[in-house]
């Protein structure tokens, strides 16, 4: 079963379905309104900048260096190499690959990994996601939590290696065993959506709680999510808008709009439209396209603002420029009149 609005499908998430038959409605100007759409695609981290560009400087794995003379050359290098790198001269760079490349030849995995980075930035050498995989690999499976991420990240997208979902769970097990905070929020996303693993609400909603608890905003995010759908954990509406909070505290537009819908709909929450007027607002300009749309529906209609023709064709352009359906549909309909 699938529930039909607006030309286009909606899965049969309770949710999503409830959402839909309440807020289903019809504007002055003829256009349904199903924004509210719940945001509940849970992001899988695949943007390396956001975790894994810096080179890791040697001193953060330095527990591990052997008092060995070859040991202590090696992390001169490495440290070398580090700080070379960081000038990012072109000569730095060449000369940062060079150290590194001689680090990893004694097995060293911050140097495979450093390597890992170079090939995949072209930094000192030409990028090359085959060899940046490679490097990943080699750390990965010396126990290098970030290079462990980053394999598990390039064999779910496929930049380099084949696509291979259920390996990446694993490799994103190892990571998050180790401690890295992305690494366990997608094994929440793998577990919540059957991602190269069965599904397990109880296992994602784990994963979820141990990325928030760590202050990931996503980890509270999707975690909010899934205590106002009682999936894997108890259904506990003031908790999800605790979390939503929480995540639209450090910026992320779909918190926003989640506290916008609650304040709408009255859940957890005693309904205020003005209330869910400004935090859609909050998420509009956050670029959200489901949220700009919301804008141009409430100057439309008059809900927690004051009716604004100029303003709904501000909200609505803006939402259709990154392709939102309604907010097409809407434009559509003024351009045929």
């Known amino acids: 079963m699938k529930y039909e609005c607006c030309a286009y499908p909606c899965s049969t998430n309770p949710l999503k379905e409830k959402i839909l038959r309440t807020m289903h409605v019809t504007n002055c100007c003829g256009f349904a309104m199903s924004a509210l759409r719940i945001c509940l695609a849970f992001f899988l981290i695949s943007e390396y900048a956001t975790v894994a560009l810096a080179l890791e400087p040697a001193k953060t794995i330095s527990a591990q260096a052997s008092s060995s003379p070859a040991s202590k050359a090696t992390d001169a290098k490495v440290s070398r190499a580090v700080a070379l790198w960081k000038k990012g001269g072109p000569d730095d760079l060449k000369e940062s690959f060079r150290l590194n490349q001689e680090a990893a030849k004694e097995n060293d995995?911050?140097?495979?990994?450093?390597?890992?980075?170079?090939?995949?930035?072209?930094?000192?050498?030409?990028?090359?996601?085959?060899?940046?995989?490679?490097?990943?690999?080699?750390?990965?499976?010396?126990?290098?939590?970030i290079a462990q991420f980053n394999l598990a990240v390039s064999l779910s997208s496929g930049d380099g290696v084949p696509?291979?979902?259920?390996?990446?769970?694993?490799?994103?097990?190892?990571?998050?065993?180790?401690?890295?905070?992305?690494?366990?929020?997608?094994?929440?996303?793998?577990?919540?959506?059957?991602?190269?693993?069965?599904?397990?609400?109880?296992?994602?909603?784990?994963?979820?709680?141990?990325?928030?608890?760590?202050?990931?905003a996503r980890g509270k995010y999707s975690l909010g999510m899934m205590h106002l759908e009682g999936r894997g954990v108890l259904?506990?509406?003031?908790?999800?808008?605790?979390?939503?909070?929480?995540?639209?505290?450090?910026?992320?537009?779909?918190?926003?709009?989640?506290?916008?819908?609650?304040?709408?709909?009255?859940?957890?929450?005693?309904?205020?439209?003005?209330?869910?007027?400004?935090?859609y607002e909050k998420a509009a300009i956050l670029g959200d396209p489901q949220s700009q749309y919301m804008m141009g529906y409430l100057y439309a209609k008059g809900i927690g603002v004051r009716r604004d023709q100029a303003k709904v064709s501000y909200w609505m352009k803006a939402a259709a420029a990154q392709g939102e359906p309604s907010a097409l549909t809407f434009l559509k309909k003024l351009e045929d009149k």
């Open 109 to 145: 995995p911050r140097a495979e990994y450093n390597l890992g980075i170079m090939y995949m930035n072209g930094q000192g050498v030409p990028k090359d996601d085959k060899q940046a995989a490679y490097w990943f690999l080699r750390a990965a499976e010396k126990g290098h939590a």
């Open 163 to 216: 696509v291979n979902k259920s390996e990446a769970v694993r490799w994103y097990r190892a990571a998050a065993d180790g401690g890295h905070i992305l690494a366990a929020y997608n094994l929440g996303v793998a577990y919540s959506d059957g991602i190269g693993v069965s599904k397990d609400d109880t296992t994602a909603a784990a994963y979820f709680r141990r990325a928030a608890d760590h202050g990931y």
């Open 235 to 279: 259904k506990n509406e003031v908790m999800a808008l605790s979390l939503f909070q929480a995540a639209a505290n450090e910026g992320i537009p779909e918190s926003f709009y989640m506290l916008a819908y609650c304040h709408l709909e009255g859940i957890g929450v005693p309904k205020d439209s003005k209330k869910a007027a400004a935090f």
